[in-house]
């Protein structure tokens, strides 16, 4: 196969009648959860540390919650299941800056996924870069979108996502199966970004993870990076 060349259609993906059908079950896989970390609990737009909250959009907790996981290995855990990565985002700039490791931990099982985090600006550069492969998840509403240097993964229907949902719920599987055929096209490329669409869920983004590996301990790639919106300028302290 041409290696530039569009990737071709998936060859079992289905078709949008499969869209009613719940997926085939996936066993979740991931790393072991690490040991010596801080662990840091999302709940909307507040992060719990131990007996400590903060408001990261928030200067001054945003400060504070920097002194704390200042060069610290970091676990992110979801308390509310309805948190949203744009919620978060000042809070992963947080980490990205100044944690030394961050995981993120998955809501239906004891594993995690160490992640290097982006901002959109970051996310361009590595875009720029000359590699092959670029592999990219762009975790949608309707499903994921598979892009790589040299084009998207067409999916079952030319104008959706290269895996669609399907029963109204992500297709692990079939997300899994995908990574692992690119995998084997592009060998060299050792690194993915997820990029989500801001209003997904955070468990959804860690579930999605999951689908970068192919067995307990087994990813797919040495390097998973997660894109997450821009915050804002923090307000100052007593702004509302």
């Given at each position: ?5 569009p990737?071709p ?5 289905g078709?949008?009648?499969?869209a009613?059908v719940t ?9 072991p959860l ?7 609990e999302l709940s909307?737009d507040?992060v719990r540390l131990g007996?400590e ?5 928030r ?5 504070r919650?920097a002194?704390?996981?200042r060069?610290?290995?970091v676990?992110v855990?979801?308390?509310d ?5 744009a919620?978060?985002?000042d809070a992963l700039a947080?980490?990205r ?5 961050v995981?993120?931990q ?15 600006q ?12 670029k592999?990219r998840?762009?975790q949608r ?20 996502p290269?895996?669609?949902?399907r ?5 692990i ?9 690119l995998?084997t096209?592009?060998t060299?490329?050792?690194?993915l970004c997820?990029?989500?669409s801001?209003?997904?869920?955070v ?8 689908g970068t ?5 087994e ?12 915050p804002?300028s923090a ?5 509302p």
């Open positions: 196969m041409d290696p530039d060349s990737p259609a998936p060859a079992d993906a078709t949008w009648a499969d009613t997926p085939v079950s996936a066993p979740v896989w991931g790393e690490p040991d010596d970390v801080l662990r840091l909307g507040q007996a909250t903060f408001t990261p959009a200067a001054r907790d945003a400060a919650l002194e704390r996981v060069g610290k290995d676990l855990a979801v308390e299941a309805d948190t949203f990565l919620q978060v985002s947080v980490l800056a100044q944690a030394a490791e995981w993120l998955h809501p239906d099982a004891p594993v995690a996924y160490r992640l290097v985090l982006r901002d959109e970051g996310f361009r550069a590595w875009l720029e870069e000359v590699a092959p492969g592999l998840i762009i509403a309707d499903g994921f979108e598979l892009s790589t240097s040299v084009g998207k993964l067409p999916g079952p229907d030319r104008n959706g290269s895996v669609p949902v029963g109204g719920r992500q297709d599987a079939t997300l899994r199966r995908e990574l692992a055929r995998k096209r592009f060299t490329s050792d690194d997820l990029v989500p801001f209003g997904t869920e468990g959804q983004v860690a579930r999605a993870l999951g590996y192919v067995a307990p301990e990813g797919l790639f040495d390097t998973l990076c997660l894109v997450y919106p821009t804002r307000p100052d302290a007593g702004s």
